[in-house]
């Protein structure tokens, strides 16, 4: 008897292994898919794309500025980078994704910016945590920083 409740118990915990790995395996896809289509808004000059990447209570953590929250907050974010910095294209690399897949999973990984003439012009480093939504994953607090230094402001 007890080697049978052994058994069982162990059957048990692979079982709920394997349902995490699908989880997490889940979310991988998704954010691979999320970030394909991430920097095509830009390159179509197209918010709605960008915006749709967000979940609606999402913060973006842009370095040297304050957090901003929502999706209307995400569009100022959008045209600020396309119409100031002239972000036209991009890249990210996924280095890691942790997490078990229920609610929440976080990516870390690099991103490239490209500008209008296809030049590199920026890169860095980003942490993301995704939330699973009625919507599918969706980035709900996006932190990244540049590997470069900010220039000193004109005195």
């Excluded at 990447?53 to 045209?79: E, M």
């Excluded at 910016?113 to 480093?125: C, I, M, P, T, Y």
Aim: charged share 20%; net charge positive; hydrophobic share 45%.
């Amino acid at each position: 008897m007890i080697n049978s409740k052994k058994l069982l118990l162990t059957l048990l915990i692979i079982g709920a292994g394997l349902a995490a790995s699908a989880q997490l395996d889940e979310a991988k896809k998704a954010i691979a898919e999320s970030n394909a289509h991430y920097f095509q808004a830009f390159a179509k000059n197209d918010s709605a794309i960008f915006i749709n990447s967000y979940a609606k209570d999402a913060c973006i953590l842009a370095p040297n500025a304050p957090a901003v929250c929502g999706h209307a907050a995400a569009a100022q974010f959008f045209r600020a980078a396309y119409r100031d910095y002239g972000l036209r294209n991009g890249k990210f690399i996924t280095t890691n994704v942790y997490g078990d897949g229920k609610e929440y999973v976080t990516e870390e990984g690099l991103w490239q910016s490209v500008n209008a003439n296809g030049e590199l012009f920026d890169d860095g480093k980003f942490l993301v945590l995704w939330k699973k939504t009625p919507g599918g994953w969706k980035m709900f607090r996006d932190s990244f920083s540049s590997n470069h230094a900010t220039p000193a402001p004109a005195r």
